[in-house]
């Protein structure tokens, strides 16, 4: 009998979560770091005692969320590449259904994801030669152009996995995909690379369905058809000129146990390894190496398509287009226009390049799974609901309008007039006007309709624009609303977050528009609120570097607590994680600083007010929280920002 060579592809998937949900597992639960016998962390760990190799893929979203909450998990995924355990696949950062979107923003997400490998995990980019289509929805027309792009950092992509069903046509010709579907047909065409027609040299690797339907074993009879189907490739192999692959490639989570799938996957899973250590006749491989060596015999036209659950059983459609163009969905996909339309506009008018940038990476994000629903089937289905877009990606679409902010600070920026500015107007296109201060080296957004808080805040002083308040890209779950408090998990604090009425009303007034100082003035007219009556008066100078607040608190409101929600330099905080966060401390003062920025918030008499030492500061997605208390009112505090023009 001769051999196969086999690959094993784990795809890992998450949004930039966080920790601390009542719907869903948490990041900690996902990555097994609290031992037990789930997460991906037992994969690698069964991987590392097998001495298996295997491929990845991580989702730059999740990378983002890993490298701010659990850093110390990358030192397993470095530490499997020096032992040749693990080889990296690339895929778009935001896993968005890329033949939905234009060849540029396609560009920049294959970047973005290639930059994450390149300086957080020292891969070399030129290496990363697989690629891993989001949802595995391929489009040859659509994809096949961009993924080669010789201007990539990798240089452009040369192999894609693509599910073996899309070998078949979908309508014409036999057999059909529908006939392999149904399972009436093997060949040793489906274990080829295949040159794609048209694909401008990239050449498919074909994900077995029959390996993905048993792997993990759930029982002793998937073993045994495992076994049946490799000894067949096995002997087909020593019988052709070009060497067969059998590729198992499918969500992490399914072998780990986690996210709804079953919790015995991993038990499963090692006995599966059990069984390849038993057979060295299938030699497990690393694809980016593999297809180094190997050759491809045949070209076939790859049509529109995905796999078997997601076209036929979920009700998608071959190419997705019954989920993206479904009514439910079309209030998101205005939201996401309207944005992608508006920071174009601001970038045509010119505005600073790194603001500029840091849009298009929160437009890059927020197009994650681009319309998914929830399937009547399957580990995530819901079989008594309507089929219809998720609760938690309708609020990732929703929240997409937070880079017209970003857009409109960068084209500040450029355009500011040497003066200190206060407005109202609804920047982020949610019906509510929002508050606007903004002078020559800031530009601050308050929400009025929520808590009259301080939700951004950006540093234009520098060479370049930093948000140093407000984490838009982080985790909303399933809230929708713009710059609503998050309360489970806490997670968008903002800053002058009043403990206990984040959400309440306000109305304000600008009181000096233009010139020497702007001034506005916050009131809280929540009806039965506690805090209502409070005011909160605005002051930014031209030229100062600090927003001046000052409290009048009703009479009946005791033991307030203010939290101050810091992200400086938030674009690098999610690129490159908390390895250069400091934080700074003074008895007047807190605060904290990132790559270059400081963010701080400080008392003008600590006599009247006090931080909290003991509560804060607590961290939340991207950022830190202080937390400071009135011993008298009124009172006044300074929040401020200044670069230092280095990391």
Request: charged fraction near 25%.
């Given at each position: 009998?001769?051999?196969?060579?086999?690959?094993?592809?784990?795809?890992?998937?998450?949004?930039?979560?966080?920790?601390?949900?009542?719907?869903?597992?948490?990041?900690?639960?996902?990555?097994?770091?609290?031992?037990?016998?789930?997460?991906?962390?037992?994969?690698?760990?069964?991987?590392?005692?097998?001495?298996?190799?295997?491929?990845?893929?991580?989702?730059?979203?999740?990378?983002?969320?890993?490298?701010?909450?659990?850093?110390?998990?990358?030192?397993?995924?470095?530490?499997?590449?020096?032992?040749?355990?693990?080889?990296?696949?690339?895929?778009?950062?935001?896993?968005?259904?890329?033949?939905?979107?234009?060849?540029?923003?396609?560009?920049?997400?294959?970047?973005?994801?290639?930059?994450?490998?390149?300086?957080?995990?020292?891969?070399?980019?030129?290496?990363?030669?697989?690629?891993?289509?989001?949802?595995?929805?391929?489009?040859?027309?659509?994809?096949?152009?961009?993924?080669?792009?010789?201007?990539?950092?990798?240089?452009?992509?040369?192999?894609?996995?693509?599910?073996?069903?899309?070998?078949?046509?979908?309508?014409?010709?036999?057999?059909?995909?529908?006939?392999?579907?149904?399972?009436?047909?093997?060949?040793?065409?489906?274990?080829?690379?295949?040159?794609?027609?048209?694909?401008?040299?990239?050449?498919?690797?074909?994900?077995?369905?029959?390996?993905?339907?048993?792997?993990?074993?759930?029982?002793?009879?998937?073993?045994?058809?495992?076994?049946?189907?490799?000894?067949?490739?096995?002997?087909?192999?020593?019988?052709?000129?070009?060497?067969?692959?059998?590729?198992?490639?499918?969500?992490?989570?399914?072998?780990?146990?986690?996210?709804?799938?079953?919790?015995?996957?991993?038990?499963?899973?090692e006995a599966f390894l059990q069984w390849l250590v038993r057979n060295p006749w299938v030699r497990p491989v690393k694809l980016n190496q593999w297809v180094s060596t190997t050759c491809v015999a045949c070209q076939k036209p790859i049509e529109?398509?995905?796999?078997?659950?997601?076209?036929?059983?979920?009700?998608?459609?071959?190419?997705?287009?019954?989920?993206?163009?479904?009514?439910?969905?079309?209030?998101?996909?205005?939201?996401?226009?309207?944005?992608?339309?508006?920071?174009?506009?601001?970038?045509?008018?010119?505005?600073?390049?790194?603001?500029?940038?840091?849009?298009?990476?929160?437009?890059?994000?927020?197009?994650?799974?681009?319309?998914?629903?929830?399937?009547?089937?399957?580990?995530?289905?819901?079989?008594?609901?309507?089929?219809?877009?998720?609760?938690?990606?309708?609020?990732?679409?929703?929240?997409?309008?937070?880079?017209?902010?970003?857009?409109?600070?960068?084209?500040?920026?450029?355009?500011?007039?040497?003066?200190?500015?206060?407005?109202?107007?609804?920047?982020?296109?949610?019906?509510?006007?929002?508050?606007?201060?903004?002078?020559?080296?800031?530009?601050?957004?308050?929400?009025?309709?929520?808590?009259?808080?301080?939700?951004?805040?950006?540093?234009?002083?520098?060479?370049?624009?930093?948000?140093?308040?407000?984490?838009?890209?982080?985790?909303?779950?399933?809230?929708?609303?713009?710059?609503?408090?998050?309360?489970?998990?806490?997670?968008?604090?903002?800053?002058?977050?009043?403990?206990?009425?984040?959400?309440?009303?306000?109305?304000?007034?600008?009181?000096?528009?233009?010139?020497?100082?702007?001034?506005?003035?916050?009131?809280?007219?929540?009806?039965?609120?506690?805090?209502?009556?409070?005011?909160?008066?605005?002051?930014?100078?031209?030229?100062?570097?600090?927003?001046?607040?000052?409290?009048?608190?009703?009479?009946?409101?005791?033991?307030?607590?203010?939290?101050?929600?810091?992200?400086?330099?938030?674009?690098?905080?999610?690129?490159?994680?908390?390895?250069?966060?400091?934080?700074?401390?003074?008895?007047?003062?807190?605060?904290?600083?990132?790559?270059?920025?400081?963010?701080?918030?400080?008392?003008?008499?600590?006599?009247?007010?006090?931080?909290?030492?003991?509560?804060?500061?607590?961290?939340?997605?991207?950022?830190?929280?202080?937390?400071?208390?009135?011993?008298?009112?009124?009172?006044?505090?300074?929040?401020?920002?200044?670069?230092?023009?280095?990391?």
């Open positions: 009998m001769g051999c196969i060579d086999f690959a094993i592809v784990h795809h890992a998937n998450q949004y930039i979560i966080t920790n601390g949900y009542r719907n869903r597992e948490g990041l900690d639960d996902v990555l097994g770091i609290r031992g037990g016998h789930t997460g991906y962390l037992k994969i690698l760990e069964l991987h590392q005692e097998y001495k298996i190799p295997f491929n990845l893929h991580l989702s730059g979203t999740l990378f983002e969320t890993i490298l701010w909450h659990c850093p110390d998990f990358l030192d397993h995924l470095r530490a499997l590449r020096e032992q040749g355990l693990v080889d990296f696949i690339c895929s778009s950062y935001g896993q968005n259904i890329m033949r939905f979107f234009d060849y540029q923003h396609n560009f920049r997400q294959l970047n973005e994801c290639i930059r994450l490998y390149r300086e957080q995990l020292g891969a070399e980019p030129r290496e990363l030669k697989v690629f891993w289509p989001p949802e595995r929805i391929w489009d040859t027309k659509r994809l096949a152009p961009v993924l080669t792009d010789g201007d990539l950092l990798n240089q452009g992509h040369q192999y894609v996995l693509i599910d073996d069903r899309l070998f078949y046509p979908a309508r014409h010709g036999m057999p059909s995909r529908r006939v392999f579907d149904e399972g009436l047909e093997r060949s040793c065409a489906d274990f080829y690379p295949c040159r794609i027609v048209q694909g401008n040299g990239l050449t498919a690797l074909p994900i077995s369905s029959f390996l993905r339907q048993n792997i993990p074993p759930r029982d002793n009879g998937s073993l045994e058809r495992l076994d049946e189907l490799f000894r067949w490739l096995a002997e087909k192999n020593s019988q052709v000129e070009c060497s067969l692959i059998a590729i198992y490639g499918d969500d992490l989570e399914k072998s780990s146990g986690c996210c709804g799938w079953d919790e015995g996957g991993p038990a499963q899973y529109v398509g995905s796999y078997f659950e997601m076209s036929r059983q979920f009700g998608a459609g071959e190419g997705y287009e019954k989920w993206y163009f479904d009514p439910n969905w079309k209030l998101y996909r205005g939201y996401y226009a309207w944005t992608e339309e508006k920071v174009a506009e601001i970038s045509a008018k010119g505005g600073d390049p790194d603001l500029l940038e840091m849009a298009g990476k929160h437009l890059l994000a927020s197009s994650w799974e681009t319309a998914w629903h929830t399937p009547p089937y399957g580990v995530h289905g819901n079989a008594a609901s309507a089929i219809e877009p998720s609760p938690w990606i309708k609020a990732v679409t929703s929240h997409s309008r937070h880079a017209a902010v970003i857009a409109e600070a960068a084209y500040w920026m450029k355009h500011k007039d040497g003066s200190a500015c206060a407005c109202l107007e609804d920047i982020d296109n949610d019906g509510q006007e929002e508050l606007i201060l903004k002078n020559e080296r800031l530009f601050a957004v308050f929400s009025p309709a929520c808590g009259g808080r301080l939700v951004y805040l950006f540093n234009v002083s520098g060479a370049g624009g930093k948000m140093v308040i407000g984490n838009p890209s982080d985790d909303w779950n399933w809230l929708e609303e713009l710059n609503k408090y998050m309360r489970v998990p806490p997670n968008h604090p903002g800053a002058l977050a009043e403990a206990g009425y984040e959400d309440d009303r306000y109305e304000a007034a600008v009181t000096e528009h233009h010139g020497d100082e702007a001034r506005a003035i916050l009131v809280n007219k929540q009806e039965n609120s506690q805090a209502e009556g409070l005011e909160k008066s605005l002051r930014l100078v031209r030229g100062s570097d600090e927003i001046e607040v000052t409290y009048q608190l009703p009479g009946n409101l005791a033991d307030l607590a203010i939290d101050c929600g810091l992200s400086p330099d938030y674009a690098h905080l999610l690129r490159a994680g908390r390895g250069l966060l400091k934080e700074h401390a003074a008895p007047d003062s807190r605060g904290f600083s990132n790559n270059g920025v400081s963010v701080w918030v400080r008392l003008e008499d600590p006599a009247r007010t006090v931080f909290d030492s003991e509560a804060m500061p607590r961290e939340f997605g991207h950022g830190c929280t202080i937390r400071l208390r009135p011993v008298t009112a009124p009172f006044t505090i300074w929040i401020g920002t200044e670069q230092t023009g280095g990391p």
